[in-house]
């Protein structure tokens, strides 16, 4: 069974950084890892994913602050975030799926199953 964990979330002002952490996921050959976030008030936003084969996709309204990166050895997938903005509030949560294919355009449509508690963030003006 697979159980992802998220972590560092936190409360942080304007401008400032985190890096969240998900843990749980043992990685096969072939899989799509994503991280989603949820602002108050607004459809859940699919932030940043990640390949097998080591592609990533991050959102256009994040892709100059945030950036996705895995530690295959140690089963951790991460989210760098900077330059926090007040939208970037709410919780984010990782998802991971094994698919046929881990590639970039797989795992941008990839429907995922293994979803992680969430972790909250709170960005303060």
């Known amino acids: 069974q697979v159980r992802l964990e998220e972590s560092g979330g936190g409360s942080v002002q304007a401008g400032e950084s985190l890096t969240l952490s998900c843990t749980g996921f043992e990685y096969g050959a072939n899989y799509c890892m994503g991280w989603f976030r949820q602002a108050p008030g607004k459809e859940r936003e699919e932030v940043a994913s990640i390949a097998s084969d080591g592609s990533v996709t991050v959102a256009e309204s994040v892709k100059d602050r945030f950036t996705v990166s895995q530690d295959s050895a140690n089963n951790t997938l991460y989210l760098q975030m900077i330059s926090h903005k007040p939208e970037d509030c709410g919780p984010y949560h990782c998802?991971?799926?094994?698919?046929?294919?881990?590639?970039?355009?797989?795992?941008?449509?990839?429907?995922?199953?293994?979803w992680g508690q969430g972790t909250q963030v709170t960005v303060s003006s």
């Open positions: 998802a991971a799926e094994p698919v046929r294919r881990g590639i970039r355009w797989i795992c941008v449509d990839a429907e995922y199953t293994h």
